[in-house]
């Protein structure tokens, strides 16, 4: 069983939204920096989103491009941290996945870099077109 799964993925017109979920098996998220991370095709991956873990308040932070349009939460009952994505742009279009670290930092300062996480789920691809 993986770590990591995450589901709420689909194609979707501009302006549209998605609720994607991350959720984790054999491992409590609440003692985890959680990160959404998204790559398209011929890009690097890039850390869009984090949320801290509940011993640091669950700070959360987010890049530039998704700020005000994405939210992520965490539902401590079922170990699952989501992204809630809305105003979606086809720029958006990407394969998005989650991530687990204990250490990182998050703020929007300090967005996710993926070569700090360790624990990966298998991603879910999200398009945005009409």
């Known amino acids: 069983q993986l770590p990591l799964v995450e589901s709420g993925g689909g194609l979707v017109q501009p302006g549209g939204s998605l609720r994607l979920s991350c959720v984790a098996s054999?491992?409590?998220?609440?003692?985890?920096?959680i990160g959404w991370f998204r790559q398209a095709p011929g890009q690097e991956r890039e850390g869009i989103s984090c949320i801290s873990a509940v011993r640091d308040g669950s700070t959360t932070g987010y890049i530039d491009s998704v700020k005000g349009r994405f939210a992520i939460s965490r539902d401590n009952t079922k170990n699952t941290v989501y992204l809630q994505m809305n105003n979606l742009k086809p720029e958006d279009t990407a394969v998005y996945s989650c991530?687990?670290?204990?250490?990182?930092?998050?703020?929007?300062?300090?967005?996710?870099?993926?070569?700090?996480?360790?624990?990966w789920g298998q991603g879910t691809q999200v398009t945005v077109s009409s």
């Open positions: 991530a687990a670290e204990s250490w990182p930092l998050c703020s929007d300062e300090e967005p996710p870099r993926p070569t700090d996480f360790g624990t």
């Open positions: 054999g491992f409590n998220t609440d003692h985890y920096v």
